[in-house]
């Protein structure tokens, strides 16, 4: 069972920015993707972007290109997500997940096996 630890994210006023960052307990062999998505009350989950291993490339959402963006942490199978120029939009709980999905599906929650518990991000305006 692969576990995913989360650490980061708070308050903030618009226009700030925030880190996230995700550590799974399993090797890079064993996740092939790692991404991180997000629930705002009343709203489903939705995509914000995700990280490849194999051939070690990035996704994002349309809502967030060109603010955050997810590098790979220096730790094993671990990622950043960095998010800049936070509007109050971008409020909800953000969770990492790691599963091996298809290109096609790397946006679709439900390919992803392993979820982290969430952690709230709060951007007021």
């Known amino acids: 069972q692969v576990q995913l630890a989360e650490s980061g994210g708070g308050s903030v006023q618009a226009g700030g920015s925030l880190r996230l960052s995700c550590a799974a307990s399993?090797?890079?062999?064993?996740?092939?993707?790692m991404a991180w998505f997000r629930q705002a009350p009343g709203k489903e989950r939705e995509f914000v972007g995700a990280f490849r291993y194999n051939g070690g490339r990035t996704y994002y959402a349309d809502s967030v290109k060109g603010r955050f963006s997810i590098a790979r942490s220096r730790a094993n199978t671990a990622i950043d997500l960095q998010m800049n120029s936070l509007k109050p939009d971008d409020t909800a709980t953000y969770y990492c997940?790691?599963?091996?999905?298809?290109?096609?599906?790397?946006?679709?929650?439900?390919?992803?096996?392993?979820w982290g518990q969430g952690i709230q991000v709060t951007v007021s305006s």
């Open positions: 399993a090797g890079t062999s064993e996740i092939g993707t």
């Open positions: 997940a790691a599963g091996r999905p298809i290109l096609s599906a790397i946006a679709t929650a439900s390919i992803y096996r392993y």
